[in-house]
């Protein structure tokens, strides 16, 4: 009756509904049992629909029900629904896992049943967001979406701060979905079911719905300037939560993105991708100045989540550039390089997350200021969050190199575009995203250092190592980094299917894997020194070994005939054998030494009390000092106390920075509004007589109106 | 930027050639010699001068111990004490290990430790890193950490405040290493020791093999004392 | 002048005995006068030379010598403390120049400052040694009376800041620096404030001076600092004739002024060198390198010591120096003070090491003055106090010379003055040997015990010294304030809110000595 995947997702649905349920009857004690358990399996039978769905293709659309103003509510799974959804259900399920032993902080303090309530219901939501297939049911999701995660955010409620911050989240994420919709309605022209040719519009109407829906989908996504929730979300938001946050909800805003503009109605102005990218290249270089410059873990990497979805909208901005003038294949570089990226955020982000979450819970502090010398305490904990740490700053053999490289391999391919102001602007954005690249390593290294490595610089309590749930969970995503980053030959078949629904066919294997590599296809006749090439790289290893070659290349067109290409397979096996061939060396070469361990040299000092390490703030101050004028902090205490005038007894400074959007945006406009109010106060002073002539006015007008 | 360049080509080189022999005074102040005296009378004026019990008057001779004298002078050209003019001063200490391994001969890395020094010590010190004395040229360089030092160079006379410093920095240098103690402050604690604050020379702090006396010892002496301690040169009897 | 002066202070005080002997007014005062005393003298220019506190078989006695800066003439208040009493008001809210004689006066005769914010771990480190030991007292005699302990020590920190930490240097630290720990609290990139932490090279030169006869405490006097060995040594003998009352003959005065300002040319060269080094300007630093070596080749040429230790003598000279000597060495001086000259435009058009120097370590005029400094570090800063113009001894009375000063206060401004100050040290060893009298080198030797101050202008500033002695010629008592005990104190002023980068460079603008310091 239904395709195979549909019918999986639908038990997924069912499966978190049963969980809500479960959850409201039983015990408290047993509420995060009932999490665990409805999510993981909900979070497996949702990547098990998606699998199947990009494996056979897409189900057919089937409608639920007749409703009598909107039409039909259509479900069906798509391509592109079910890459995000499999990316859902990779963070899910070890995000479900770590809830397990989580929760166990706000036993005494918050409802867990609540918690669990609303978590199965974001589930629900996210699952079901992605088989909508006709706009109501796409926007009743969204919401259900929007509440579920804003009550998960404001789950520790008893902070009047956390109230607000979720509010304004809402808030904004309400905004943001009144813009989409009306973007969607007038993408889909008459109807509102999502299946059908895609919308060929044209002039103004185009540039109304690619604003509308690319500034609306931004605030979900976290693009500057409509992104100051995010910053004040993330931290007071619980350690689980924040994983599925950047990891799950930020994707929600680029599937909404990718649906209207590449989907529903392709863009046709190469200047609307070129918007697309300069916000997304500008988002990322923001969104990492920040995060390199504070000192909550949380924060920073909720900084961060916006400096890797400004690298996902900057690739996607290249696909819409190439799909404008007329170049799929071009363009499928450049999708492929953002849901790759796409992936390996969520994959590392929730790592990294869900790593913060251990250390707040087992160290109770995520100032990266008190920490220090977690290696000692929690060396397994360190190892996993090493690994996010090493994925997210882009070094090979990990993930976050594949699509660092994809993404920059379609910057490069500006040469192909005629226009000199588009080749400028991708060289801007590339020079952007190269100096992201930069601070990215510069943050990360701050974060690991400062915090793992080195000596404790506060007095705490020594814990012991994260219970197996944690670690498993981690494990997990730590484990996902690593086969997206040394398997990309496998990966991106996957994507090239995703990128049928918004291309028509597969542009991206076509490209990015040649062809001839895939056995079941029958070899194309090709120039023999090309096939030579190919073979002196390797990427052909004989026909016994299955499925692809290991190296992922692309070929430069008429004007630029080289090849680029790049293993991360063989460099994990190239580096490897180097490490193992190295170390057998030098253990050969120094059997007969001896290795003394002795004390840290301190310069003579018999030892070093906390203080007079290295702190995080300290690292990145050159940052903070070169990019001052980004962060234009205000000066909340400068004083200098002293004795006699001249013994300083006190020098207290305080400084504050303002995030970016919100001295550009939300201030302004909160300004703008609180004047208008203002002024319209002006019209309740009290007069009862002045009321009555309101009213009389009013009247006469609407006579007027009446009787034209 | 050119003009620095040109200015030290055009300064030629001004690196003078090593010596053990006799010097001047320009280049060192000596040091005074076991002299045999005809009677006792004058060795015992020459001991009674001396503040720091260098010069003992043993019978007929007035026995000066190298490691006590600060170079006050006042034994210089009366009662017929004799002087040395060469700069061979340097000697090993009682339970020295010796010179370090051939492999050290052309490289040598010497962390230099202030234990209380006057500065004069330091300022020759110094000076062998300038043009006329040139240490580069010999191999033996200057590092800021005992972690990649072969040679321990000790001044000044171990005050107490710096001790625990000084035994910091001489276990924080890993094997082969070698301590040379330069001045007679670090040899036997000059006219500061052994007293309240500083000991009687940094061998009753940390082992020490070689043993540079003079106050201070010239630069000549010290390069003479690396080059004993690294093996470029030997003496054929050590004292 | 003095006179007028004493006269003045008797309308004001009268009821204090004001008695004036030679250059110096003395009196003894009780306790209570001290912050008026202090705040009026200061209000007239004078300044703190030293603060001797000394142990009288009784009690305590604690004599403060002031001295004025635009004619001749000291004060000495001698307060003398009851046998049970160890407090004294502290001066440090009239006078900031006080705080660091206080602190080495209170760690090492345990005497209470009351009002004094920072006591403790000045001298004696106290993670070494216990608080109240009273090294100087008579109880602790040798190192066996010193008990050994191992506490924590924490730096007392200043700045509260996020993220602010303490990053240390030292006190074994680079190449070839002397032992000091710097304590710097910075956010990553400014320093904020820059503490050192002095005297791990304390050798307690005071204490064991006690007991030795006038002429070795010499030896300690000149190995105080060698590379000031004439200007502290001067001080002492100066101190010492004045008190057991030897005239030293007119050549010996001149030579010894000779001997000064060679010594002040060869040690105005290594400051030169060292700033340089600090800038990394290799090529500079060879060139000063060289040049500095060829003068200590004249000192020892012409001395027999390169440092010139056991040229001085309580009376005079060890021995005299012959003429066509002195004119060699002058003239091979002039030769090189002829090379200093190119090095020196060079130098100044150098922008990359301009850049660094220029604007850098400023000491404003109003701090220099507050906190007392000494020496070329004041004069570049507008401060000119020197001890051969205001209180002249030897034979600059007879002499010709400028005092060269600047008003900026930065580091390029301290480099001008050393050079400037070079030229003038061999205008006066020309002008010396022009006008050698002939005579004698060692003066009359009477003995007597006594005490007096003795000064001199070292290299680095005012050099204050003095001594006790009693009629056989044991030193009883030997006060050393050396100039850069007075100028340490004032190092946190040029390190404030520079970057990190430039410390070291302040460092070397600075000219300052440990082992001056620390004694």
Same mark, same amino acid.
């Given at each position: 009756m239904t395709a195979p995947s549909l019918s999986l997702n639908l038990w997924a649905i069912a499966v978190c509904v049963i969980g809500a349920a479960f959850a409201l009857i039983v015990r408290e004690r047993l509420a995060p049992r009932v999490l665990a358990i409805a999510c993981c399996a909900a979070a497996a039978l949702t990547f098990a629909g998606g699998a199947i769905c990009l494996a056979a293709g897409p189900s057919g659309d089937v409608a639920l029900w007749t409703l009598p103003v909107v039409g039909s509510i259509t479900i069906g799974t798509t391509t592109i629904g079910s890459w995000f959804a499999c990316i859902a259900a990779i963070v899910y399920l070890p995000t479900s896992l770590f809830t397990l032993r989580y929760l166990e902080r706000y036993a005494e303090s918050y409802s867990l049943r609540a918690f669990a309530i609303w978590y199965c219901a974001l589930l629900a939501g996210i699952i079901g967001l992605f088989i909508c297939r006709d706009v109501t049911s796409f926007f009743i999701d969204w919401e259900v979406i929007a509440i579920a995660s804003a009550l998960l955010v404001a789950f520790e409620w008893r902070h009047v701060r956390n109230a607000r911050a979720a509010f304004v989240m809402l808030g904004m994420s309400e905004a943001g979905t009144m813009a989409a919709l009306l973007a969607m309605l007038l993408a889909r022209g008459g109807t509102l079911w999502f299946g059908g040719p895609p919308a060929n519009l044209n002039g103004p109407l185009s540039w109304v719905v690619f604003l509308l829906a690319f500034f609306g989908f931004g605030v979900k996504a976290g693009l500057l300037p409509i992104n100051s929730w995010l910053p004040r979300a993330h931290p007071i938001a619980p350690g689980n939560v924040s994983a599925l946050l950047s990891g799950v909800i930020l994707n929600m805003g680029v599937y909404g993105i990718v649906l209207v503009n590449m989907v529903l109605a392709p863009s046709h102005h190469p200047v609307q991708g070129l918007v697309v990218m300069i916000v997304g290249a500008a988002s990322a270089l923001v969104g990492i100045l920040y995060a390199t410059i504070v000192d909550d873990m949380k924060a920073m990497l909720a900084y961060s989540s916006i400096e890797n979805i400004g690298i996902v909208v900057t690739a996607l901005g290249t696909a819409l550039v190439f799909m404008a003038v007329g170049q799929p294949l071009l363009a499928g570089i450049g999708f492929a390089a953002g849901m790759y990226h796409l992936v390996n955020h969520s994959a590392y982000k929730g790592l990294l997350f869900l790593g913060a979450a251990t250390v707040d819970v087992k160290l109770g502090t995520r100032s990266m200021n008190a920490l220090g010398g977690i290696i000692r305490v929690l060396p397994v904990t360190t190892a996993f969050f090493f690994i996010g740490v090493f994925a997210i700053s882009a070094i090979p053999p990990l993930n976050g190199f594949v699509s660092e490289w994809l993404t920059f391999q379609a910057l490069l391919r500006s040469a192909e575009l005629a226009p000199l102001t588009y080749r400028v602007i991708f060289a801007l954005c590339g020079a952007a995203l190269a100096l992201t690249a930069a601070l990215t390593v510069t943050c990360f290294v701050k974060v690991f250092g400062m915090s793992f490595l080195g000596w404790q610089r506060s007095e705490r309590p020594k814990p012991a190592e994260a219970p197996l749930s944690m670690l498993v969970s981690m494990g997990l995503l730590a484990l996902a980094c690593v086969a997206l980053g040394i398997v990309p030959t496998y990966v991106l078949p996957v994507i090239g299917r995703a990128s049928t629904a918004a291309f028509?066919?597969?542009?991206v294997s076509g490209t990015l894997v040649p062809p001839f590599f895939n056995p079941s296809s029958p070899p194309r006749p090709l120039p023999p020194d090309f096939v030579a090439t190919f073979h002196a790289l390797g990427a052909q290893i004989g026909s016994w070994l299955p499925g692809r070659g290991l190296v992922v290349m692309l070929r430069g067109g008429a004007a630029n005939p080289v090849v680029f290409a790049m293993s991360t397979t063989y460099l994990c096996l190239i580096i490897g054998a180097l490490l193992l061939v190295t170390y057998l060396v030098v253990r050969f070469v120094t059997r007969t030494r001896r290795a003394e361990r002795a004390k840290t040299w301190t310069g003579g000092m018999s030892r070093l009390p906390a203080e007079m390490t290295y702190t995080a703030t300290g690292f990145s101050n050159p940052v903070r000092v070169i990019f001052d004028a980004v962060f234009d902090p205000t000066e909340v205490e400068n004083t200098r106390e002293t004795i006699h005038q001249h013994f300083r007894s006190a020098i207290r400074r305080t400084r504050q920075d303002v995030f970016l959007s919100e001295r550009l945006l939300s201030e302004p406009l909160t300004n703008v509004v609180q004047s208008a109010a203002n002024l319209l106060a002006?019209? =309740? =002073? &009290?007069r009862l007589s002045a009321y009555v002539g309101y009213a009389l006015g009013t009247l006469l007008i609407v006579l007027a109106i009446v009787s034209l | 930027m050119k003009n620095w360049f040109l200015r030290g080509l055009t300064a030629g080189i001004r690196t003078e050639p090593l010596t053990e022999g006799a010097v001047s005074a320009a280049l060192s102040p000596g040091l005074p010699k076991t002299t045999e005296h005809t009677g006792t009378q004058r060795a015992e004026m020459l001991a009674a001068a001396c503040p720091n019990e260098a010069?003992? @008057?043993v019978e007929a001779v007035a026995e000066v111990d190298e490691d006590r004298c600060v170079l006050c002078m006042r034994c210089k050209g009366r009662d017929g004490q004799t002087w040395r003019r060469d700069v061979a001063w340097a000697h090993p200490n009682a339970d020295s290990q010796g010179p370090l391994e051939p492999r050290f001969r052309r490289s040598l890395h010497v962390r230099i430790i202030? @234990? &209380?020094?006057? &500065?004069s010590c330091l300022n020759e010190l110094a000076q062998m890193n300038g043009p006329a004395y040139n240490l580069h040229r010999l191999g033996i360089f200057i590092t800021p950490t005992p972690r990649q030092a072969d040679v321990l160079l000790v001044v000044g006379p171990a005050t107490r405040q710096m001790q625990d410093a000084l035994v910091s920095a001489y276990e924080a240098m890993p094997e082969p290493k070698r301590v040379v103690a330069v001045g007679v402050c670090a040899a036997s604690g000059g006219i500061f020791g052994p007293s309240l604050m500083s000991a009687a020379g940094v061998a009753a702090i940390i082992p020490v093999d070689l043993v540079v006396p003079g106050c201070p010892p010239p630069p000549h002496a010290i390069i003479d004392a690396l080059r004993l301690v690294c093996g470029q040169t030997a003496r054929p009897v050590p004292r | 002048m003095l006179t007028a002066f004493a006269e003045h202070l008797r309308t004001i005080w009268p009821d204090v005995d004001w008695r004036e002997h030679d250059d110096v007014i003395h009196a003894d005062i009780g306790a209570r006068y001290l912050r008026a005393m202090t705040k009026y003298f200061r209000a007239q220019q004078w300044r703190i030379g030293t603060i001797v506190a000394r142990e009288n078989g009784r009690g305590l006695d604690v004599r403060y010598c002031f001295y004025a800066t635009l004619h001749p003439g000291w004060v000495e208040l001698r307060v003398e403390l009851d046998p049970g009493e160890r407090t004294l008001p502290s001066l440090t809210n009239v006078a900031i120049a006080a705080d660091w004689f206080e602190r080495e006066i209170e760690d090492l005769f345990s005497i209470r400052f009351t009002e004094h914010p920072r006591l403790g771990d000045f001298v004696l480190h106290n993670d070494r040694l216990p608080e109240n030991l009273g090294l100087m007292r008579p109880q602790v005699q040798s190192a066996a009376d010193i008990p050994e302990q191992t506490r924590e020590w924490r730096p007392k920190r200043v700045l509260e800041e996020e993220g602010a930490f303490v990053m240390t240097v030292g006190p074994v630290y680079s190449g070839e620096a002397e032992s000091a720990l710097f304590l710097l609290e910075t956010v990553g990139e400014d320093v904020v404030r820059a503490v050192p932490r002095l005297f791990f090279k304390y050798r307690a030169i005071e204490k064991i001076a006690e007991g030795r006869t006038v002429q070795d405490v010499l030896l300690l006097a000149e190995r105080c600092n060698g590379t000031s060995a004439i200007g502290n040594g001067l001080a002492y003998c100066q101190a010492v004739e004045r008190a057991t009352g030897i005239t030293v003959p007119a050549r010996a005065l001149s030579l010894r002024t000779f001997f000064a300002e060679l010594e002040r040319l060869r040690h105005h060269m290594t400051s030169v060198r060292e700033i340089c080094a600090s800038t990394a300007l290799q090529v500079a630093e060879s060139q000063a390198l060289w040049i500095e070596e060829q003068l200590l080749r004249v000192s020892g040429e012409l001395t027999g010591h390169r440092y010139l230790f056991g040229v001085l003598a309580i009376g005079g000279l060890m021995t005299d120096y012959d003429r066509g000597a002195l004119e060699t060495a002058v003239a091979d001086v002039e030769l090189l003070v002829r090379r200093v000259e190119p090095l020196r435009k060079a130098l100044e058009n150098a922008s990359s090491f301009l850049d660094r120097i220029e604007q850098v370590g400023i000491v404003s005029g109003e701090a220099a003055r507050a906190f007392e400094i000494v020496g070329p570090f004041a004069r570049a800063s507008g401060v000119c106090a020197d001890m051969r113009a205001v209180q002249p001894y030897d034979a600059y009375p007879s002499v010709r010379f400028d005092v060269p000063a600047e008003t900026e206060g930065d580091g390029y401004a301290r480099l001008r003055v050393l050079f400037s100050e070079m030229i003038q040290s061999l205008h006066i060893m020309r002008q010396v040997v022009a006008g050698l009298p002939a005579g004698a080198v060692v003066g009359n030797t009477p003995a007597g015990a006594g005490s007096a101050l003795g000064w001199s202008e070292a290299p680095r500033g005012a050099s204050v010294q003095w001594v006790e002695c009693d009629a056989q010629g044991i030193v009883l008592r030997y006060r050393l304030t050396p100039p850069s005990f007075r100028n340490w104190h004032g190092f946190h002023v040029a390190t404030e809110d520079f970057a990190f980068q430039d410390f070291p460079i302040i460092l070397a603008t600075l000219d300052l000595s440990v082992a001056e310091n620390d004694r």
């Open positions: 028509g066919s597969d542009v002006r019209m =309740h =002073h &009290g | 010069i003992r @008057a202030d @234990a &209380g020094d006057c &500065g | -």
